[in-house]
């Protein structure tokens, strides 16, 4: 497995980062753990969470995820770089979430207990708060770099407007400043190519993109005639719907038949074919991939290994340029 540095930072990760969200719901423990462990001899040791996870649950299941991955990373913690996150509410009180300094120190504090560690690699919002003020996030955050709970921060699911400002004013206050940032991104979600990748190129700051294979649909193994199959991420809990409405639709399948074709010239999987396009970005530093079941890391994991030449990767891009521009009307 390559390692590359993340974004302008001196900390090297594996090219591939394992995402842990199906810990705990999907999968029970043991799952978790074969998955881990698959991950980790495929030489993955960039390893996502957050105390929001397990995906698609609600309050009485926050910080399982953690909890599980923190039992798994007892004895081996110093080999890998353990990535987490705050902002979804974890209890009933309005300040039990958002970017407040409160909630940013409540929430490192617990999530350190529940992962076993006393640091954390690199700490993110999982949302852009819009109603805290972004300096007073900023300053929570680099306190707890100060303190030796954090090594480096960054940020999910922010607009590219709103990773500028924060930069902008961490640098303009000499506070520690986002090195990574948490965008969607996939063969069949390109928005991100027209602003976000060429600042986060320019500034030097990490790209971990989540949902590289579009929540499965991207496998090639669902059909726009029979329903969702129960307990995947199309039906899961709280998130089987955010899953549909991104994707299951009959455009995405119509292009998912054209790129199936086009992973079977090239004699890969779809999903090899799908993270292996992603990776070919030159400001991805890590796709975020998952499994509910060990077998399924296989093919993410092919992907390290397999090179996209230049005419395929040509084809790949003309066949979802509509993805680059936008939703178009359905």
């Known amino acids: 497995m390559e390692h590359t ?21 999907q999968c029970d423990e043991p799952t978790s753990v074969t998955i881990l462990n698959r991950a980790a001899e495929g030489g993955i040791d960039f390893l996502d969470t957050s105390d929001a996870y397990p995906l698609g649950g609600d309050l009485s299941t926050r910080g399982v995820t953690e909890e599980i991955l923190g039992r798994w990373l007892v004895g081996r913690r110093d080999r890998f770089i353990v990535a987490t996150k705050c902002f979804a509410p974890t209890g009933p009180a309005p300040f039990d979430g958002g970017n407040s300094r409160k909630h940013i120190l409540a929430a490192v504090d617990a999530s350190l207990r529940r992962l076993k560690t006393d640091y ?14 972004i300096d007073e996030t900023l300053g929570a955050l680099d306190d707890l770099v100060r303190a030796g709970k954090v090594r480096y921060t960054g940020c999910s699911n922010f607009l590219t407007y709103q990773l500028v400002r924060a930069i902008g004013r961490s640098e303009t206050l000499r506070l520690a400043r986002f090195d990574s940032v948490q965008p969607r991104y996939n063969l069949l979600f390109r928005q991100i190519e027209r602003e976000m990748l060429p600042f986060c190129a320019e ?10 294979i579009a929540g499965g649909l991207l496998s090639g193994k669902h059909s726009r005639t029979a329903p969702p199959p129960e307990g995947g991420r199309f039906t899961l809990g709280s998130a089987g719907g955010a899953y549909q ?3 299951w639709h009959d455009r995405e399948f119509d292009t998912v ?10 004699g890969v999987s779809l999903v090899t074919l799908a993270v292996a396009w ?4 030159k400001a991805i530093t890590a796709p975020i991939i998952g499994a509910s079941r060990p077998e399924q890391l296989d093919d993410s994991l092919a992907a390290a290994e397999f090179h996209l030449d230049d005419e395929l990767k040509r084809q790949l891009d003309e066949t979802t340029r509509e993805y680059r521009l936008g939703d178009a009307p359905r």
Not at 120 to 133: A, F, K, N, R, W
């Open 5 to 25: 540095r993340l974004g302008r930072t001196g900390l090297q990760v594996s090219r591939l980062c394992l995402g842990t969200m199906t810990f705990g719901l």
């Open 120 to 133: 954390i690699d690199v700490y993110q919002l999982h949302g852009y708060d819009s109603e805290t003020p």
């Open 278 to 281: 992603v990776l070919a970005n």
């Open 257 to 266: 038949e054209v790129l199936r074709q086009l992973a079977e010239n090239a």
């Open 203 to 212: 500034e030097g700051v990490g790209v971990i993109p989540y949902n590289p």
């Open 245 to 247: 409405d991104r994707y």
